[in-house]
């Protein structure tokens, strides 16, 4: 049995359609994967028309979040949102504000690098997004075209889209995203939680009291992890009795992480669907 509960699409910034991904995973020998598109349940129909047989979708969201330290810090953090109601209108109104927000900073950041002198246009983003839940690897990607930059991961550098050009977006905050996505009969996952190189992470103790306020589980196995920080991140998840996953964060060609590249251990998949109101989906 093998379990990826974290990939995207064309919704958002992956690069395959959700009908091509599903396909895709049947070829790489998943039996059960999980959409996870940045702020959007746009893929879900495409994605459960296209199921083949033997596949089971788990359908999803990334959420971006953002924790505030007592000291007024801000910290960003993804959090995995599975098997909610994709018509709950305060989950949908909460991602559609996100998207909003993603699409006016795309803007911004694309201004910022023109007026810098990059030879980039809004049209060449746009083009690429082709309205989907836009987020910097649209950038990134037009950057190579433009041959600015050689690889998305480059454009990504803090010299560029990584720090220098990076706007943040309106995130939600995360207790008020736990709460979204358990009323609206969902579970939660802690994505990536020790991936430094996007930026700031939580400490164990805003992870325990994530856990205080109903986090259901937590992302060890991750490609942007050390074998150190998957240790760390087990330990921590015992102690706050947090299921833990695996998964890939599968992006197609904007990312090299290949399908299906880490996995969830069954049994946890099996919790996680327990404790959701709604089932996956069979072809
Ligand atoms: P955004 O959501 O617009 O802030 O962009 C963040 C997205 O970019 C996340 O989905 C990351 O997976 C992706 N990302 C972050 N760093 C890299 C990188 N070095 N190469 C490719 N994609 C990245
Ligand atoms: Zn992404
Ligand atoms: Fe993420
Ligand atoms: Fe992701």
Not at 82 to 99: E, G, S
Not at 119 to 139: K, Y
Not at 177 to 199: C, M, Q, S, W, Y
Request: hydrophobic fraction near 45%; charged fraction near 25%; charge should be negative.
């Amino acid at each position: 049995m093998r379990i990826d509960l974290h990939t995207h699409t064309t919704s958002s910034d992956g690069t395959l359609r959700p009908r091509d991904l599903m396909a895709h995973a049947r070829e790489t020998g998943l039996d059960i994967i999980a959409l996870t598109d940045h702020d959007t349940t746009a893929g879900w129909v495409e994605a459960a028309e296209a199921l083949p047989p033997g596949l089971t979708l788990v359908p999803g969201a990334e959420l971006s979040c953002r924790y505030t330290a007592p000291d007024g810090r801000v910290i960003g953090l993804h959090m995995l949102a599975l098997l909610f109601d994709p018509t709950d209108a305060a989950l949908a109104t909460a991602m559609r504000d996100v998207r909003t927000s993603r699409l006016h900073r795309a803007e911004r950041m694309v201004a910022a690098l023109v007026a810098d002198g990059a030879p980039l246009t809004w049209d060449e983003v746009a083009e690429r997004a082709q309205g989907a839940s836009v987020g910097r690897p649209h950038i990134a990607a037009a950057l190579v075209a433009r041959g600015v930059v050689p690889t998305v991961d480059a454009a990504f550098r803090s010299e560029w889209l990584g720090e220098r050009y990076r706007i943040e977006k309106a995130d939600i905050d995360v207790f008020d995203a736990i709460d979204l996505v358990h009323n609206a009969g969902g579970v939660t996952v802690f994505a990536h939680p020790r991936a430094e190189k996007r930026g700031a992470v939580v400490t164990d103790a805003v992870i325990a009291e994530l856990a205080d306020a109903g986090l259901d589980a937590i992302e060890v196995d991750h490609p942007d992890h050390t074998a150190d920080q998957r240790a760390a991140t087990s330990a921590v998840a015992k102690e706050c009795g947090l299921l833990t996953t695996g998964s890939s964060d599968f992006h197609g060609s904007h990312k090299t992480t290949k399908l299906g590249a880490e996995a969830t251990d069954p049994e946890v998949y099996a919790a996680l669907v327990a404790r959701a109101d709604s089932v996956p989906i069979r072809a």
